[in-house]
């Protein structure tokens, strides 16, 4: 293994500014020199000594050989891969990249309906026919669960080319399937396991989290390495562990879905958080995970609050979990996520990650302090003492049936449109996707035609001012169909 206290990029970066040339590539600001000045008061003037180009010294993200190409197998060894590509795009592009070298020459993959809309993307620019698997609900919480091995297994059997499967595990709320099983099936049947691991970069670094895609059989995996391990936003990292992926096809498409003007500073803070995790990446997790159980267990406390854990794990194909996430719910008092977000940020000082109807969600992290968690365990015990005698709100409603496909998303996409009223919508063939919450699981996806029970379950959320996601109205007075 390469020495992980090694920092190529940023090493290469220090020597470049070192020298300091007589510039004259883009960009343009020349260091400090051309940024505006209020800007300059407010943020110090170093970091933009190293918001550079490809120079002589600092390498090529499209044909890495030097510095990032250290700095990325550095990464692959750590996170257990055979190689590894920085990605400038975020985990958006890497997924693209995903469905389009699995779906090289077209075909089919699986894709669970909760998969983030970078899989539809990738599926419309690579012409790909998506096999829609549906994750379990858990209903207590209103939560997507996992994919069940035998779903999996299903897809097989009724699209037996199917080329590969796409699995978000964990999800944005810490759920985990069985992806050893899924790897399992997928290898018999000569397909490739995609992991949307975009949420999970940090799991290969505690026993308290689920294990990491590539150590249970993923053929290729993205992570958000902003998301939980210290890069910045929109820094991610492609993984690949497979004889299955030909890598001149991968190199390819990331070429074809990443700017060929990458930023040194996203790909600088990838090196310098992975160093960070190989140096004290467990000591790193551990202590988020430990802050989370605390807080989670001074939650469960609180009368009329509720807070998810391990007690997840068997239900709704739900294999393991991440318990950095703090799933909290105020059900039993009658206040939904939406509005528990909006008290905790208007009156508290509080900014949640995300809400849906039934919870809220925080994720802790290694560089939270136990003063945050104080904060918001106080601000949720003066909330269910104000709101005590609420009560509790109804169950989320079963799903409609999954409608018919009738036309690839790429199909779908690039056919002509119209915008109809949402009333003379059934029948029609969707251009847009639709996803009440809860569960936020889409009951339509473009290409799909809208049926009576898709139509009737969205238009009873529409009347009582539900929130849906997906439509470019968002009253959803119209919509967008295939013409």
Not at 213 to 231: R, T
Request: glycine content about 8%; overall charge negative.
């Amino acid at each position: 293994m390469n020495n992980q206290n090694s920092t190529p990029l940023f090493d290469a970066l220090v020597e470049y500014n070192r020298r300091k040339p007589a510039y004259f590539r883009v960009p343009g600001h020349r260091y400090e020199n051309g940024i505006n000045p209020i800007l300059l008061e407010a943020v110090g003037d170093a970091v933009f000594s190293f918001d550079l180009t490809e120079t002589p010294l600092l390498d090529d993200l499209h044909n890495a050989t030097g510095p990032i190409r250290e700095a990325e197998q550095l990464a692959a060894d750590l996170w257990g891969a055979d190689y590894t590509h920085f990605l400038v795009n975020g985990t958006t592009c890497g997924n693209e990249a995903m469905i389009l070298t699995a779906l090289h020459g077209g075909g089919t993959v699986a894709v669970p309906r909760n998969a983030h809309k970078s899989a539809l993307m990738g599926l419309i620019l690579s012409g790909g026919n998506p096999a829609y698997i549906m994750p379990e609900l858990e209903e207590e919480w209103g939560l997507h669960g996992g994919v069940h091995p035998d779903t999996v297994e299903e897809v097989f059997r009724v699209h037996p080319d199917c080329k590969g499967v796409f699995i978000v595990s964990p999800t944005y709320y810490g759920i985990a399937s069985d992806l050893k099983s899924i790897a399992e099936i997928c290898h018999r049947h000569d397909a490739i396991l995609m992991v949307d691991e975009a949420h999970g970069a940090h799991c290969y670094f505690s026993d308290d989290l689920p294990k990491g895609a590539l150590e249970l059989g993923a053929d290729v995996c993205v992570q958000s390495i902003h998301k939980v391990a210290g890069s910045l936003t929109q820094s991610s990292m492609l993984h690949v562990k497979s004889d299955r992926i030909k890598k001149s096809r991968m190199d390819s498409n990331l070429t074809l879905v990443q700017s060929t003007s990458p930023s040194y500073l996203l790909m600088l803070s990838l090196d310098m958080a992975r160093h960070d995790i190989a140096r004290r990446g467990k000591q790193m997790i551990d202590r988020a995970a430990a802050l989370a159980a605390n807080a989670r267990e001074r939650i469960n406390a609180i009368p009329g609050m509720a807070c998810a854990g391990r007690e997840l794990i068997g239900k709704a194909a739900i294999f393991d979990y991440d318990v950095t996430r703090l799933i909290v719910s105020a059900n039993a008092i009658g206040i939904t996520g939406f509005d528990l977000q909006k008290m905790l940020f208007s009156e508290y000082n509080i900014d949640m990650e995300l809400a849906n109807y039934r919870n809220v969600l925080g994720i802790v992290t290694f560089a939270n302090e136990q003063e945050n968690l104080d904060v918001l365990v106080d601000a949720l015990a003066d909330i269910a003492h104000k709101h005590r005698d609420g009560s509790p709100l109804p169950p989320a409603e079963k799903l409609p049936p999954q409608p018919e496909y009738v036309l690839s998303p790429r199909n779908a996409y690039f056919s002509d449109r119209e915008r109809i009223p949402w009333v003379d919508a059934k029948g029609r063939i969707a251009s847009e996707m639709i996803a009440p919450y809860p569960p936020g699981i889409p009951v339509i996806y473009p290409g799909e035609r809208v049926s009576e029970e898709v139509w009737d379950y969205v238009e009873a959320f529409r009347q009582r001012n539900g929130h849906l996601h997906g439509p470019s109205d968002a009253k959803l007075s119209t919509f967008v169909v295939v013409r």
